[in-house]
Structures are given as structure tokens and as C-alpha cells.
């Protein structure tokens, strides 16, 4: 699927994300076994209607070393503590290539550890609440997940 199906920015990441936005949003009613696009069928319930699953988890890469990208936030239950992520549920993606990213955890994880996602354990992803706006003109490269029940 190089680029989103709908949109035609010129930026892959904004269109991949701008497209798993819009799936998420109006969850009604494949040539990858792993890829955006299954992850957004799966999404869709397009392979397995009624699955009861919201979010498509999706990890970034900066441009800049083409790192991947640590999100950090204040919990809303006690702004002190800083939560940090790799793992984002998209929110939004507007006109301009920015997006409306929610940081999503493993409760049973503590601090995340390692700055390597790969290393980090995903487990039973969940929304956390913390939101971040970001420029995806900063972003090189975005792997989706398989779709999960984020709620």
C-alpha cells in the first residue's frame, strides 16, 4: 500500500495515519498478513466482523537517524508522573500533516525501560488518555500493528 488509499499530501506517514484515523473513526461494518492495510481491515471487520477491536497501535521513526519515536505525557490521575511510550492510537490527523497521537501502555508495565520498542513489552496494549499533537513531516516511517481493543 506505499501511500494512504483516500489522501495525497505527498507525505506517506500523514496519509498512512490520516487513513487509519478515519478507519478508526467510522468503524462500521490483502495482499500482507502483516501491514497498515490489514491492520486496517482487521479494523474495519473486513476479515472478522463484529471483533470488537478500535485501534490500529502504530509506532513512528523520526527523520532525523530514522530513530523511533518515544511520546511522553502527564497521567491525568497524577500529573507528576511523566508516561512515556512508543506505542501511539491516532486521534486526528488534520490538513496540514498534524496529528492528534494518544499514548497507549501496558498496565502491567512499569516505567517503560529500554529506548528500543522492539525490546519493550506490548503485551495488552491500553489508551491512556494522554494526547500529544505532532507534525508527521517529522516522521519517516510508520509500522502499524495488528489491530487491538485498545478500551
Given at each position: 500500500?506505499?501511500?494512504?488509499?483516500?489522501?495525497?499530501?505527498?507525505?506517506?506517514?500523514?496519509?498512512?495515519?490520516?487513513?487509519?484515523?478515519?478507519?478508526?473513526?467510522?468503524?462500521?461494518?490483502?495482499?500482507?498478513?502483516?501491514?497498515?492495510?490489514?491492520?486496517?481491515?482487521?479494523?474495519?471487520?473486513?476479515?472478522?466482523?463484529?471483533?470488537?477491536?478500535?485501534?490500529?497501535?502504530?509506532?513512528?521513526?523520526?527523520?532525523?537517524g530514522c530513530e523511533p519515536f518515544r511520546g511522553y505525557g502527564a497521567d491525568p490521575d497524577d500529573i507528576r508522573n511523566i508516561v512515556g511510550?512508543?506505542?501511539?492510537?491516532?486521534?486526528?490527523?488534520?490538513?496540514d500533516c498534524c496529528a492528534v497521537l494518544e499514548l497507549l501502555r501496558d498496565p502491567s508495565d512499569g516505567d517503560p525501560k529500554p529506548d528500543?520498542?522492539?525490546?519493550?513489552?506490548?503485551?495488552?496494549?491500553?489508551?491512556?488518555?494522554?494526547?500529544?499533537?505532532?507534525?508527521?513531516?517529522?516522521?519517516?516511517?510508520?509500522?502499524?500493528?495488528?489491530?487491538?481493543?485498545?478500551?
Open positions: 500500500m506505499g501511500c494512504g488509499k483516500k489522501f495525497e499530501t505527498g507525505n506517506c506517514v500523514c496519509d498512512i495515519l490520516r487513513e487509519i484515523a478515519d478507519a478508526q473513526e467510522d468503524i462500521v461494518e490483502n495482499c500482507c498478513d502483516t501491514s497498515c492495510e490489514q491492520s486496517i481491515s482487521d479494523l474495519l471487520g473486513e476479515t472478522d466482523p463484529g471483533n470488537g477491536l478500535d485501534t490500529v497501535p502504530v509506532l513512528l521513526y523520526c527523520k532525523d511510550s512508543f506505542y501511539f492510537r491516532v486521534k486526528d490527523v488534520d490538513d528500543n520498542p522492539v525490546e519493550q513489552h506490548t503485551g495488552e496494549l491500553r489508551a491512556t488518555g494522554i494526547c500529544m499533537t505532532v507534525d508527521l513531516n517529522c516522521f519517516c516511517h510508520v509500522t502499524c500493528l495488528p489491530a487491538i481493543s485498545a478500551f
